[in-house]
């Protein structure tokens, strides 16, 4: 016969999350024409219901055990300067900038006693990646042979593959070696800055937003060429490991109609760094002058050009760097508008 099959083993002590928060407000006036606003953040929660992982298999039991046991504690800094000011009576400028820093950290959780310290997620952020050490492709078969085993349930590996670092020096690549990488992949900092100005009929506004330290990884089963009767992108069809051109640091390993999954493991080579700064709108106005709006009995006119998501700076270069890993998805649309406004 059968046995029977647990899936969720009842805990009559699992109780509420609790979160006890700071904040500490300041706004001051500044010349008159000046506004900042600054608050100060920091929460501690406790009782977050989590799985206990330390618990063995060996016990026999049919569903993990969950309760309160998680801590965490979180902290940051958010801001705004509003600058508003009239210069003559033709001309305006108002201004604003924003800036938020908020970060977290894993005070306790389920996790059991990791045989290296690097393994541990208590005292790393909530959303720090995590991933092997890319030391460079395989150059060619005698390097695969003088090099530790790399996953041996991934499948086969040769030359032109990504060659991990053995960091417990254990003589094979496995979980054990992954450590944390990068930037959480929720960026730590959010900010922004704009104007706004009038000169008599003429008025022009615009505003960047910007992130940083934040990290994604490329998804290369998203991009891998030839998969699915996939195209490729033009920088692995320009640089891409081959025996015609055996770089150890070209950007994509050794092509193939299957998925290697040696080379789509969490690690350096696919890091990037996912800080950018968006010229998120732009807009020119014109107002036709009263004299020449009577005489056609209209009220009010505008004419406008704006633009949203017009200019992206960052480091990353192959796709917009807000679409993170998935660079055969859909981007942010850039819109260009011309627009006359009548008001009668």
């Given amino acids: 016969y059968n046995g029977y099959n647990i899936n ?36 501690n929660r406790t009782n977050i219901y989590m799985v206990r992982e330390y618990i063995p298999t ?7 055990i969950a309760s309160n046991i998680g801590r965490a504690e979180s902290h940051g800094v958010d801001g705004s300067l509003d600058y508003k000011v009239s210069i003559n009576k033709d001309l305006w400028i108002t201004s604003r900038v924003n ?16 045989p290296y310290a690097y393994m541990s997620n208590i005292g790393q952020p909530m959303n720090q990646p995590r991933g092997l050490v890319a030391e460079r492709l395989f150059i060619d078969e005698l390097d695969v042979l003088n090099s530790p085993v790399q996953y041996n349930q991934m499948g086969s590996y040769m030359a032109g593959d990504i060659k991990y670092v053995d960091i417990n020096e254990d003589g094979k690549i496995d979980d054990s070696d992954m450590i944390p990488i990068g930037y959480p992949t929720v960026p730590e900092i959010v ?16 505003f960047f937003q910007g992130s940083a330290r934040s990290s994604f990884f490329i998804d290369p089963s998203s991009i891998s060429p030839f998969v699915n009767e996939r195209n490729a992108l033009q920088i692995i069809a320009d640089n891409h490991w081959s025996d015609e051109n055996p770089d150890p640091n070209a950007f994509w390993p050794r092509m193939s109609v299957n998925i290697v999954a040696n080379n789509e493991k969490a690690s350096t080579w ?9 010229l ?3 807009e020119l106005g014109y107002t036709l002058p009263e004299k020449l709006l009577k005489k056609m009995k209209i009220e009010g006119a505008r004419l406008y050009a704006s633009g949203t998501n017009l200019l992206v700076f960052s480091k990353f270069k192959l796709w917009d760097p807000e679409m993170g890993g998935r660079g055969l998805g859909y981007p942010p649309q850039r819109i260009i508008n011309l627009g006359l406004n009548f008001n009668f």
């Fill in 270 to 278: 696919w890091l990037r760094d996912g800080s950018f700064l968006r």
């Fill in 99 to 114: 800036f938020t820093y908020a970060t977290n950290r894993i005070i306790e959780n389920g996790e059991p006693d990791y």
């Fill in 58 to 64: 060996t016990i026999g039991l049919t569903a993990a």
């Fill in 8 to 43: 969720n083993y009842a805990n009559p002590d699992v109780t509420w999350e609790v979160a006890e928060k700071t904040n500490i407000g300041l706004e001051l006036g500044l010349f008159g024409d000046a506004n900042l606003q600054v608050d100060f953040f920091k929460e």
């Fill in 280 to 282: 998120k709108s732009v």
């Fill in 191 to 206: 900010y922004g800055f704009g104007a706004s100005s009038g000169y008599k009929c003429i008025d022009f506004s615009f």
